[in-house]
C-alpha cells in the first residue's frame, strides 16, 4: 500500500504561481511512476504531468507545458509540481497519482487550486 498526501493549494491570482507538493508513504519503493492529475468543476479528472521513479519526465499536458514543472525527490519520497504563469482555467482540485509495480493505482485527497482576480 502506497498512501499520497498532497500540499500547497490555494488562491492566486492571473500570471501567479503555486507549487504543489505530494509526500508519500508505505511502500514508497514499489512506486515506478509519480503523475499530477486535475479535475475542473464540470469536467473530467484529465492527467497534467507525470514522471517515473527515476525521475525522467514522461509527460506534460499540452495546456501546462512551459508553465509547470514536475519533479521528484526521492530521498523525501516527495513530487513536486511547480505551476507558474498561472490562468483562470487551471483553477481545479489536484490530485496526486502512484503507479506501483505490482500494477496498484494510489491516488491522493485532493488540493484545491483556484486562480481568480
Known amino acids: 500500500q502506497v498512501q499520497l498526501v498532497e500540499s500547497g493549494g490555494g488562491l492566486v491570482q492571473p500570471g501567479g504561481s503555486l507549487r504543489l507538493s505530494c509526500a508519500a508513504s508505505g511502500f514508497t519503493s514499489s512506486i515506478v511512476s509519480l503523475s499530477w492529475h486535475r479535475q475542473a468543476p464540470g469536467k473530467e479528472r484529465e492527467l497534467v504531468a507525470r514522471?517515473?521513479?527515476?525521475?525522467?519526465?514522461?509527460n506534460y499536458a499540452d495546456t501546462v507545458k512551459g508553465r509547470f514543472t514536475i519533479s521528484r525527490d526521492n530521498a523525501q519520497n516527495t513530487v513536486a509540481l511547480q505551476m507558474n504563469s498561472l490562468k483562470v482555467e487551471d483553477t481545479a482540485v489536484y490530485y496526486c497519482r502512484a503507479l506501483s509495480s505490482s500494477g496498484g493505482v494510489y491516488w491522493g485527497q485532493g488540493t484545491q487550486v483556484t486562480v481568480s482576480s
Open positions: 514522471i517515473s521513479s527515476f525521475g525522467v519526465i514522461l
